[in-house]
């Protein structure tokens, strides 16, 4: 398909600044291409009719506007000088054609063309230049008496009157045309102004002013050299939110950035990429400089204080790295800067390739996409473990525990759990377990638990909930465990403790779990007043050769007992660990040894092992 505006343009490229040069050379463009076939058609139909001068003329000019056509599209640089030529030749064209049509009254049209295209195509100056001109040869071929032009002195009148209005008009024209075309050129500008206003504001994070996640993802894509990421988050950052508010976090984040940007060089550069969380993107990594910069940070932060209205407090970061050009490098980084973070605050680790890590990402993709659908499709199951009373082996309990069934698996909850939390799936998950055990638990008069995560009590759901399934399958509240990790009572303190304090006044009971695992606090487990306190696995699990699991299981059974509570010993997978924790004085026990989870619960309330 024919591009008219390259032919128009001679497929040159015209920058911003270069508008009105392109005007014109398309005009003139087009002037000599519509030029060549009027000429030459004249000059053909001339002939036939034996104008031989005036056929002369025309192929002149049809050669003249060839040739100028062709020098033309050589170069930019060549319009003055063919727009010059062309103008000077049709002058002359003109003049003759004035000269040798003594009565054709039309001769005097072709200088008002030459004069409104010289006004286009150079401008005001050759536009003048062309008036006074025209007017100057008009005027001596009137005056010369040996020329003979047998014009009529008001035909002479008309014709410099028309003239200077068309000088005029063309004039106005042009002034207008160089006014608009500032004005465009202002607004072009201004647009070019807003535009790197925006691009800035699309690359910057608004709090630090620091290149953000954007300009980070472009950076990596323009790199070819070997390059590392330090991902960095500061510690416990949502307990100092929670504690000092977000104005004093907003101060803090600010005075971080400050600090870390004196590592800022020509190799490293500093991002931050929302909240808590900055970044370093090292260019032509050699010789550790990633660790290096990981332990400067680390160091320095050991050393310094931040100072907010008169508080001092000081922060550490957790950093992960990632190495080599890839389009996983910012993926690598994070991920293992979430595992960091789960498991220590203030350290750095290198990225390596993990087949464990890789096939749980996989997972974790994987049930991001179904999640949702197992869940309004009903592919939850409930799956039940007997919690046993260690002086009759008897099953006192069961746990509630969830399971989801994918292409007629079975799956444990740790393969879809944290897709669900991401999600924000895990109340539907709770509601329904409650749903299905108090179906189950209503043919019998078993106690069972039901686990209770952070998302329920934050939804505050609970209450309301509950009171209608007990009323629905008439169970009797005291009956209901409603187990809790022990670190949830720090999630909005405040609203977790009212919620536990109604659900005691309803009769539920409470129960700790993984008790041990986290930093307790035990002002809180005193204010929930827990039924039950669920030692965790890892404490269990090695009590036949760990002395330390010995003393510290000995520890929270004294603790249990000052506070009127039960214990529950999780992971009893052998007879040894079961007279183990016996003779510690748990008071149950919960774990293979027994039975694993099953999807119903047993008819006889007393279990044989072996």
Known sequence: MINLDNILTSNFHFGNDETLLKYRFKFINTMLIVGILITFSASIIRLYLSETVPAMVDAILCTSFVFGLFYLRKEKKYFNIVSTFILGISFLAFTAITIVMHDDHTKFLWYALLLTVAFMIKGEKAGLITYITTISTLSFLYFTPFVNLYIKPSEFAMAIFFYTTMMIYNLIAVKQQHKNLDSLKNANQEIKKQQVLLSDQLHTHPLTKLPNTLALEETIALCDDDIALLSLCIDDYLTIENTYGQEFS?????????????????????????????????????????????????????????????????????????????????????TILQEIMQNSMNHYKLYTPN??????????????????????????????????????????????????????????PFMFLNAAKSRGLLPSITKTVIEKSFKLFSQNDIDFSINITEDDLKDDYLIPFLKHKLEKYNIQPQRVYLEVLENITSIDADNVLKQFQELKQLGFKISIDDFGAEASNLS????????IIKIDGQFIKNLDNDQNSIKIVETI??????????????????????????????????????????????????LVTS
């Open 557 to 606: 059974v004294s603790l249990a007992q000052k506070l009127g509570c039960k214990t529950v010993a999780e992971f009893v997978h052998n007879e040894e660990i079961f007279h183990i924790v016996n003779d510690l004085g748990v008071d149950y026990s919960q774990g293979y040894y027994f039975s694993p989870p099953l999807p119903n619960v047993a008819k006889e309330s007393t």
């Open 250 to 334: 907003q101060v803090l984040i600010s005075q971080c950035a400050n600090i870390l940007s004196q590592f800022t060089n020509q190799e490293a550069t500093l991002y931050h990429i929302h909240g808590a969380n900055f970044a370093f993107l090292i260019k032509k990594l050699k010789n550790d400089r990633d660790i290096h910069l990981a332990q400067s940070i680390k160091s320095l932060f050991e050393n310094t204080f931040i100072t907010i209205n008169k508080l001092e407090i000081s922060i550490s970061f957790s950093t992960g790295i990632s190495r080599h050009k890839s389009n996983k490098l910012i993926i690598q980084a994070n």
């Open 524 to 531: 809180r487990l005193l204010t929930i007043k827990a039924d």
């Open 355 to 412: 087949k464990q890590r890789e096939e749980m990402q996989k997972n974790n993709l994987y049930w991001n996409a179904i999640i949702k659908s197992v869940i309004v499709n009903d592919k939850l199951a409930v799956y039940y473990q007997p919690i046993i009373c260690n002086k009759t082996q008897s099953i006192q309990k069961y746990e509630c525990l969830v399971r989801a069934i994918d292409k007629d698996k079975v799956i444990a």
